[in-house]
């Protein structure tokens, strides 16, 4: 097929792309949105079939039959609690592609002295380092939210000096690359690159990873139009350019939704460093002492209540507890007391993750309150209970300067006239700092398994 | 600096500001389905995979190009059929429609 038929089929598949992420944008189109978008992809692959260049279709064919079975079966199998890293290996294998048609268009136009002019030499250089950055940064990004490597920041001695000198080995690598066009460079420039994007996740907290899988869903897109420019492809162009203009953009408003300045969280860690785990002012030493109850007691305190709020927190998607936390709702209500659940911006494991499981489990729409509605209602609150959620209750990011979490906005169920926290243990949240709520006089502590306590509070409920 | 050239970064200045223009006002609720959509759509590296495979002319390009074929496909397919798991637990809740209980 001519080039121009090709090239207006992309400008279709351009057009489903723009109002597809529009309609993404809004609760009601969201899910039509994401369809729309999906044909648009559908049809841009198609039509890249039909360019005449190509003239070989078996390993093409295969590839895609290849990556269609991982990515249906991932898709399929994956917890809607793992979604966040599921997401992020998504992201990181894009990233990985636009590296590697970086590298293999370069093998191909650098043997011809000369063969690579500045353009094209521009793209493959960005798509290389910043693909590289994004497929190496996710896996690690993956690696912390699947905790194969711890959720706290890690930093060693000496980083900032030798992220200083990485960045001179890069700048010179791109040189070497640009003059030499030998290959072999641009085989170490994608190393360093892939360190570099190593060392930007790892120091950064567990609790902020959602805004990085952001900014890296942007780099991605950045790099996948930068093989636009190298391949002269304008789907390439238009597609990667609207991801990298509304992850960056989408990248800010969860920072915003966090409370937290987009600087701090990516570097945060570094000036950190020297203290060597900032113990908050405030945190609890080994004297403190943990109210702990019966679920009797609770049940009691609970069936006798006006007003109780839930907030939900990891702990509750990690045992599946949703289901439970409604039945127990469900059961309260019936008893008369007003239910409520209150939804922290970041909930879960990435902002709206909560919203979904909630979802899932039918807790009507209308009980479930934003972080700004709420706040000011825990003062008339009669109990708080607390389903394995830490670091989004942690009233130290109110009141000590010297915590990691200092400024994120919290809910604050340290207002409320009793609380009841469910956990495991008395082990930190994502974000690695201690909870002085914890050992509030008027919090008691119910440890278990979420969806054990939560079963063990509907029977005592149900026996008042 | 050729016309093809100025025609692309004139394509790249527009679609930046429509990137921009598409997502004003996002409530935290759609945040995470949101990057997850846009995601897939940054698999449309998936074609620029095809263009080297299906005209490579070296065993190191066939190889390159079939990873990123590979990748390129999973980042689409994976990414649109997430997406779409995640938005269909929104759907069921809508107090004010008629259908469902």
Same mark, same amino acid.
């Given at each position: 097929?001519?080039?121009?038929?090709?090239?207006?089929?992309?400008?279709?598949?351009?057009?489903?792309?723009?109002?597809?992420?529009?309609?993404?944008?809004?609760?009601?189109?969201?899910?039509?949105?994401?369809?729309?978008?999906?044909?648009?992809?559908?049809?841009?692959?198609?039509?890249?079939?039909?360019?005449?260049?190509?003239?070989?279709?078996?390993?093409?064919?295969?590839?895609?039959?290849?990556?269609?079975?991982?990515?249906?079966?991932?898709?399929?199998?994956?917890?809607?609690?793992?979604?966040?890293?599921?997401?992020?290996?998504?992201?990181?294998?894009?990233?990985?592609?636009?590296?590697?048609?970086?590298?293999?268009?370069?093998?191909?136009?650098?043997?011809?002295?000369?063969?690579?002019?500045?353009?094209?030499?521009?793209?493959?250089?960005?798509?290389?380092?910043?693909?590289?950055?994004?497929?190496?940064?996710?896996?690690?990004?993956?690696?912390? *939210?699947?905790?194969?490597? /711890? #959720?706290?920041?890690?930093?060693?001695? !000496?980083?900032? +000096?030798? $992220?200083? &000198? =990485?960045? @001179?080995?890069?700048?010179?690598?791109?040189?070497?690359?640009?003059?030499?066009?030998?290959?072999?460079?641009?085989?170490?420039?994608?190393?360093?690159?892939?360190?570099?994007?190593?060392?930007?996740?790892?120091?950064?907290?567990?609790?902020?990873?959602?805004?990085?899988?952001? *900014?890296?869903?942007?780099? /991605? #897109?950045?790099?996948?139009?930068?093989? !636009?420019?190298? +391949?002269? $492809?304008? &789907? =390439?162009? @238009?597609?990667?350019?609207?991801?990298?203009?509304?992850?960056?953009?989408?990248?800010?408003?969860?920072?915003?939704?966090?409370?937290?300045?987009?600087?701090?969280?990516?570097?945060?860690?570094?000036?950190?460093?020297?203290?060597?785990?900032?113990?908050?002012?405030?945190?609890?030493?080994?004297?403190?002492?943990?109210?702990?109850?019966?679920?009797?007691?609770?049940?009691?305190?609970?069936?006798? &209540?006006?007003? @109780?709020?839930?907030?939900?927190?990891?702990?509750?998607?990690?045992?599946?507890?949703?289901?439970?936390?409604?039945?127990?709702?469900?059961?309260?209500?019936?008893?008369?007391?007003?239910?409520?659940?209150?939804?922290?911006?970041?909930?879960?494991?990435?902002?709206?993750?909560?919203?979904?499981?909630?979802?899932?489990?039918?807790?009507?729409?209308?009980?479930?309150?934003?972080?700004?509605?709420?706040?000011?209602?825990?003062?008339?609150?009669?109990?708080?209970?607390?389903?394995?959620?830490?670091?989004?209750?942690?009233?130290?990011?109110?009141?000590?300067?010297?915590?990691?979490?200092?400024?994120?906005?919290?809910?604050?169920?340290?207002?409320?006239?009793?609380?009841?926290?469910?956990?495991?243990?008395?082990?930190?949240?994502?974000?690695?700092?201690?909870?002085?709520?914890?050992?509030?006089?008027?919090?008691?502590?119910?440890?278990?398994?979420?969806?054990?306590?939560?079963?063990?509070?509907?029977?005592?409920?149900?026996?008042? | 600096?050729?016309?093809?050239?100025?025609?692309?970064?004139?394509?790249?200045?527009?679609?930046?500001?429509?990137?921009?223009?598409?997502?004003?006002?996002?409530?935290?609720?759609?945040?995470?389905?949101?990057?997850?959509?846009?995601?897939?759509?940054?698999?449309?590296?998936?074609?620029?995979?095809?263009?080297?495979?299906?005209?490579?002319?070296?065993?190191?390009?066939?190889?390159?190009?079939?990873?990123?074929?590979?990748?390129?496909?999973?980042?689409?397919?994976?990414?649109?059929?997430?997406?779409?798991?995640?938005?269909?637990?929104?759907?069921?809740?809508?107090?004010?429609?008629?259908?469902?209980?």
């Amino acid at each position: 097929m001519s080039r121009t038929w090709i090239d207006v089929a992309y400008l279709v598949a351009a057009v489903l792309l723009i109002v597809g992420v529009k309609r993404l944008a809004h609760p009601r189109t969201a899910r039509s949105g994401n369809w729309i978008a999906a044909v648009g992809m559908a049809i841009a692959i198609g039509f890249t079939f039909l360019i005449e260049e190509i003239d070989s279709y078996g390993l093409m064919l295969a590839g895609i039959a290849v990556g269609s079975v991982v990515g249906v079966l991932s898709a399929r199998a994956v917890k809607m609690t793992a979604i966040p890293q599921m997401v992020a290996l998504f992201n990181g294998v894009g990233g990985g592609a636009a590296a590697l048609i970086a590298g293999s268009e370069f093998h191909r136009h650098a043997p011809a002295s000369g063969g690579l002019e500045g353009e094209l030499l521009v793209g493959i250089l960005f798509s290389a380092v910043i693909g590289s950055v994004s497929f190496w940064g996710s896996l690690v990004a993956f690696g912390k *939210l699947q905790e194969l490597i /711890t #959720g706290r920041p890690l930093v060693f001695p !000496g980083q900032n +000096l030798f $992220n200083a &000198a =990485l960045g @001179i080995v890069l700048v010179a690598l791109v040189a070497l690359t640009a003059v030499t066009e030998n290959g072999l460079w641009l085989v170490l420039l994608m190393v360093a690159a892939a360190v570099l994007g190593v060392l930007f996740v790892l120091p950064i907290g567990g609790a902020d990873m959602p805004v990085v899988i952001s *900014l890296l869903n942007a780099c /991605t #897109g950045l790099a996948a139009a930068s093989t !636009g420019f190298v +391949l002269h $492809n304008t &789907a =390439l162009i @238009i597609g990667g350019t609207i991801v990298g203009a509304s992850g960056t953009l989408l990248t800010v408003m969860m920072g915003r939704a966090m409370g937290r300045p987009l600087v701090q969280t990516l570097f945060g860690a570094f000036g950190a460093t020297p203290t060597g785990g900032p113990a908050p002012a405030g945190a609890p030493t080994n004297g403190a002492s943990v109210r702990t109850a019966s679920p009797e007691d609770i049940g009691f305190m609970l069936a006798y &209540a006006r007003r @109780i709020v839930f907030v939900p927190g990891y702990g509750l998607a990690v045992a599946q507890a949703q289901h439970d936390v409604r039945s127990l709702g469900e059961l309260l209500e019936s008893k008369g007391v007003d239910v409520r659940y209150a939804i922290h911006p970041v909930a879960g494991r990435m902002p709206g993750h909560m919203n979904v499981l909630l979802a899932e489990a039918n807790v009507p729409y209308d009980e479930l309150f934003e972080m700004d509605e709420i706040n000011p209602e825990f003062p008339q609150t009669d109990v708080v209970v607390v389903v394995g959620a830490n670091d989004v209750v942690n009233p130290a990011a109110r009141s000590s300067p010297g915590s990691p979490i200092y400024g994120m906005p919290i809910l604050d169920v340290d207002k409320a006239h009793n609380v009841v926290v469910i956990k495991r243990s008395l082990a930190t949240g994502f974000a690695g700092v201690d909870n002085p709520l914890f050992y509030d006089p008027k919090t008691v502590m119910l440890f278990g398994d979420a969806k054990t306590a939560l079963e063990q509070l509907v029977s005592a409920v149900k026996a008042v | 600096m050729n016309e093809l050239l100025v025609l692309e970064l004139t394509i790249l200045a527009l679609a930046i500001f429509v990137g921009f223009e598409v997502i004003s006002k996002v409530p935290a609720m759609l945040h995470t389905p949101l990057m997850s959509g846009t995601n897939a759509i940054h698999g449309i590296v998936l074609i620029g995979g095809m263009l080297i495979l299906g005209t490579a002319d070296s065993t190191i390009e066939q190889v390159l190009g079939f990873v990123a074929v590979v990748f390129g496909t999973i980042n689409v397919v994976g990414g649109f059929l997430v997406t779409d798991r995640m938005l269909e637990m929104f759907k069921q809740r809508r107090p004010d429609e008629p259908d469902g209980e």
